[in-house]
């Protein structure tokens, strides 16, 4: 399969700074690619779409000025928490679309796990 | 918009039987059924999928089936081992990725 690495895997902050996550597709070319949070024993959220080289489509309820998205290149989409608070804590998923000739697949990144104290 | 239900939440099973997860959806625009294992502190890993073409699938001791007439499709893992414990999500989408929805997922126990 297709893979999708995150980094940081982990990352405490103080309430009020910015945290920025990268997600990036390094075997595939990806012009999409999504982003998602999981909260504690539940399904994945999705939050965000992110296409390459335009603005990312926002799932309603996501506010779009806290979680910031950047898909400036084909293997690279970032996500940055502003002003992070301890209700922002969960656990950020990114994927990325990979299309073959006549099929597209959503592949995973290994996850982020934000603390915000 | 499109709505996926999953049963059982939880699943708990002798090593060597066989468990299988059912999901519903409600879109019938939907094309596109993966499912994927999740384990503690990871992202989902994809371990099978299945398009609306076709009804059933099978790789190795796991294998999906669709009812497109029923909206309903299913996962079916044979000879169940220790390491097939995870939660396992079943999600719907169509074309591209657009309206990809998860279900709310099945927590797999097996017992040695």
């Known amino acids: 399969g297709a893979v999708v690495s995150q980094h940081p895997s982990r990352v405490i902050c103080k309430s009020g700074t910015s945290v920025k996550i990268e997600c990036r597709s390094l075997?595939?070319?990806?012009?999409?690619m999504f982003w998602y949070r999981q909260f504690p024993k539940q399904s994945l959220m999705l939050m965000a779409t992110?296409?390459?080289?335009?603005?990312?489509?926002?799932e309603q309820g996501v506010e779009k000025d806290k979680f910031l998205i950047n898909h400036a290149s084909l293997t690279l989409s970032t996500l940055t928490v502003t002003s992070a608070h301890p209700e922002d804590s969960s656990f950020y998923i990114c994927?990325?679309?990979?299309?073959?000739?006549?099929?597209?697949?959503?592949?995973f990144g290994p996850g982020t796990r934000l603390l915000v104290l | 918009g499109e709505n996926v239900e999953q049963h059982p939440s939880t699943l708990s099973v002798q090593e060597g039987d066989s468990a299988v997860i059912k999901c519903t959806y409600s879109?019938?625009?939907?094309?596109?059924f993966p499912w994927y294992k999740q384990e503690l502190g990871k992202g989902p890993q994809l371990i099978i999928d299945?398009?609306?073409?076709?009804g059933e699938k099978k790789d190795q001791r796991i294998a999906v089936t669709l009812n497109k007439t029923a909206k309903h499709f299913s996962l079916h893992i044979t000879e169940t081992q220790p390491e097939d414990s995870a939660v396992y999500f079943c999600?719907?989408?169509?074309?591209?990725?657009?309206?990809?929805?998860f279900g709310p997922g099945t927590r797999l126990s097996v017992l040695p």
């Open positions: 994927s990325a679309l990979r299309r073959d000739n006549i099929q597209e697949t959503q592949y």
């Open positions: 075997d595939f070319q990806a012009t999409t």
């Open positions: 992110s296409n390459e080289g335009s603005k990312a489509t926002y």
């Open positions: 879109d019938s625009a939907s094309n596109y």
């Open positions: 299945i398009r609306s073409n076709v």
């Open positions: 999600a719907a989408s169509q074309n591209y990725g657009q309206n990809f929805v």
